[in-house]
């Protein structure tokens, strides 16, 4: 480089970014995740009561490889009948979690408990971004107070 365009490269600012990972909590003290009810439990725990009946919300629980939870983010917050997913945010988490799965999982504040062709549709969409990255998809669940529906015990999931 000349020095006028190291000059010339003084006159741009250069945000940086850093990855930092901090897990609280001993690998022996995770929950390991077995089954639906499980995620359904803890996904309740952590929920806002005052919101599940009120607007749509889309969460992503972190799994290790030994299916042990590393935390639950906060994906999407939306209206009454939908939110908006980002994949890259769904995948950037996972990334900087060192997860090896992920959980998908979104209230229906109607109370129906059944997927509809969109929910299908981004189930399917982060199933295959997940390929790409070795991050798998293993499960989605709808949840509403009284109860779950869960895509991989219907045999629903896009594997």
Known sequence: MTKASVENLSLFQVTEVE???RNKVKPC??????????????????WDMNKIELVEEFKIMLLD???ACLGVAAIASGGITGCLVDSRIVFSTALKARASSIILAHNH?????????????????LVDGGRLLDIKVIEHLI??????HSLADEGMMPW
């Open 109 to 125: 504040p109607s109370g129906n408990l059944l997927p509809s062709k969109d929910d299908m549709n981004l189930t399917q969409k």
């Open 19 to 21: 990855l930092v990972y």
């Open 143 to 148: 949840v509403t107070p009284q109860g779950y």
């Open 65 to 67: 490889r030994r299916n």
């Open 29 to 46: 003290d995770r929950l390991q995740i077995v089954r639906s009810s499980d995620v359904y439990n803890l996904l309740l725990s952590v």
